[in-house]
């Protein structure tokens, strides 16, 4: 059975930072792209940021870019979410999830089958 762990979330100031992880077990990443994506309430979940299995390749959303920095360490079939310079428009729950493929070019959730939990992340202004 797969399982996806997300920690890292919290509350935090405005310009403040968070690092979230998110911890695989029951599969192996290695071959699959990773993401990360957000819902705010009364919105839809959406696309954060998104790696390719090798890490060499990655995509954000216009407003996370220069911000957010995903990465990943195989070895440890783990992905990160570095967020700095936070704002109170990225108050959502953050969910990591396992991608279908190695890559996807403009990813959505179809493109990711394993999800996880999430984890609350709230910046007060």
């Known amino acids: 059975q797969v399982q996806l762990v997300e920690s890292g979330g919290g509350l935090v100031q405005a310009g403040g930072s968070l690092r979230l992880s998110c911890v695989v077990s029951g599969r192996t990443i290695s071959r699959y792209a990773m993401g990360w994506f957000r819902q705010a309430p009364g919105k839809e979940r959406g696309v954060v940021a998104h790696?390719?299995?090798?890490?060499?390749?990655?995509y954000y959303i216009d407003s996370v870019k220069g911000r957010f920095t995903i990465s990943r360490d195989n070895a440890k079939n783990t992905v990160y979410l570095q967020m700095n310079s936070l704002k109170p428009e990225d108050t959502a729950v953050y969910y990591c999830?396992?991608?279908?493929?190695?890559?996807?070019?403009?990813?959505?959730?179809?493109?990711?089958?394993?999800w996880g939990q999430g984890t609350q992340v709230t910046v007060s202004s």
């Open positions: 999830a396992v991608g279908r493929v190695p890559f996807a070019a403009r990813p959505t959730q179809a493109d990711f089958d394993s």
């Open positions: 790696i390719s299995w090798n890490g060499g390749t990655t």
